[in-house]
C-alpha cells in the first residue's frame, strides 16, 4: 500500500486531470482555478509537515493540510452544484478528502504526543 505522501500527491494529479476535463465556462475556470491551488497544497503541506522540526511546526503544518483539504472539498461541492453531481471521477475524490479527515481526525492526539514520526506510517484504514 502507498504512504500518505505518495497518495496526496496523486491526489493533486488527479485533481489536475479533472480540471482539465471541465466544460470552458467561467464558473468552472474560476473553480478549477481554485481547486487546483487547494488540491496540490494538501500534498506539498504533508510532505512540509513530514519534514517539520518540532512537534509545533509539525502541529501548524497539519493543521494547514486539514485546512487545505477542507477547501478543496469545497470547490467540488460546488462542482456537484453545477451539475457535476453524476461524475464518478469527482465523487472518488472527494470521498479521498473525507477519508483523509477522519484519519486526520483519528490521528489526532494531546499535543504533547504528536510527532511527525506519524507521517512514516505506511498503512491506512482508510486507503481508497
Aim: glycine residues 2%.
Amino acid at each position: 500500500m502507498r504512504d500518505l505522501q505518495a497518495r496526496t500527491k496523486q491526489f493533486a494529479l488527479d485533481m489536475i486531470r479533472l480540471c482539465a476535463q471541465l466544460p470552458q465556462k467561467q464558473e468552472y475556470w474560476i473553480i478549477s482555478k481554485q481547486v487546483m491551488r487547494s488540491a496540490t497544497s494538501v500534498g506539498a503541506n504533508y510532505r512540509s509537515a513530514c519534514r517539520a522540526k518540532s512537534k509545533a511546526d509539525f502541529i501548524n503544518k497539519m493543521s494547514i493540510v486539514e485546512e487545505e483539504a477542507d477547501e478543496s472539498a469545497y470547490w467540488l461541492e460546488l462542482l456537484e452544484e453545477l451539475g457535476m453531481r453524476q461524475d464518478q471521477e469527482l465523487q472518488r475524490l472527494k470521498v479521498r478528502l473525507i477519508s483523509w479527515s477522519l484519519l486526520w481526525l483519528h490521528q489526532r492526539k494531546p499535543h504533547e504526543e504528536i510527532s511527525n514520526d506519524e507521517c512514516r506510517v505506511e498503512k491506512s484504514t482508510f486507503a481508497l
